[in-house]
């Protein structure tokens, strides 16, 4: 079955490092996702990109994130500047369409990020 | 608006014995549902869905959750619980229309004893 793989599955950083984390979303798939999970706490959407370009993101990708798809295979989030807050999981996932109800979205297994 | 509780955060359970993992919803439209499943160092796993259809929605591994609009839940039930089941699980819930972004409960963590 087709997965998402993620690497590396742990980084540690030092805050005010940058850090990207990598994604290989299922090669047919056209909607790419981060999410993230502080311990303790939801799994919270930060945002989608479709098309070389983000289509939704929210509060939490602020101008210290952003993403992009540099080779058609691999889609990263890189965080420019890390805070201690921003420990955390990150979770990748892809979809073939639009919208889970009818294509659902197949999630990586994760990446924990450990800002020190 | 949306959001997702999960009414308890962990579970425990016997082997053998019925599992029940509560879900309640709040949603300005008609939301399609979600229970995903995580085990230890694997990603987040689909279970089931629901997606305005039958309202009883029977999942993978002998899962199934019951939609009840009246009561603005999703509940997941398993008959008999095994050791395998022992993982966290989250109920998802997605608005009707395109992009928008998965809301999830903050997850359960099912403990099955033997």
């Known amino acids: 079955e087709p997965e998402v793989t993620q690497t590396p599955s742990h980084q540690v950083t030092q805050m005010g490092q940058e850090v990207i984390l990598r994604c290989v979303p299922i090669?047919?798939?056209?909607?790419f996702y981060w999410y993230r999970q502080i311990l303790g706490q939801k799994v919270e959407f930060l945002v989608s990109f479709y098309n070389n370009e983000i289509s939704e993101k929210s509060e939490i990708f602020d101008d210290q994130f952003s993403v992009e798809r540099p080779d058609g295979s691999n889609f990263t989030l890189k965080i420019r500047s890390t805070k201690l807050e921003d420990s955390a999981m990150y979770f990748c996932?892809?979809?073939?369409?639009?919208?889970?109800?009818?294509?659902?979205?197949?999630f990586g297994s994760g990446t924990r990020l450990t800002v020190v | 608006a949306q959001s997702v509780t999960q009414l308890d955060s962990h579970v425990s359970v016997s082997e053998g014995t019925p599992v029940l993992l509560r879900c309640n919803y709040s949603?300005?439209?008609?939301?399609?549902l979600f229970w995903y499943v995580q085990h230890p160092n694997k990603g987040l796993q689909l279970l089931l869905k629901?997606?305005?259809?039958?309202?009883l929605v029977k999942g993978i591994n002998g899962f199934e959750a019951e939609f009840k609009k009246s009561e603005t839940s999703f509940h997941l039930t398993k008959p008999s619980a095994h050791m395998s089941d022992a993982a966290e699980y989250f109920c998802v819930v997605s608005p009707d229309t395109g992009r928008r972004a998965l809301t999830f409960g903050s997850g359960t963590r099912l403990q099955v004893q033997p």
């Open positions: 949603s300005s439209y008609s939301p399609s």
């Open positions: 090669s047919n798939h056209l909607y």
């Open positions: 996932a892809s979809s073939p369409g639009q919208g889970i109800k009818n294509y659902g979205y197949t």
């Open positions: 629901y997606t305005s259809a039958a309202t």
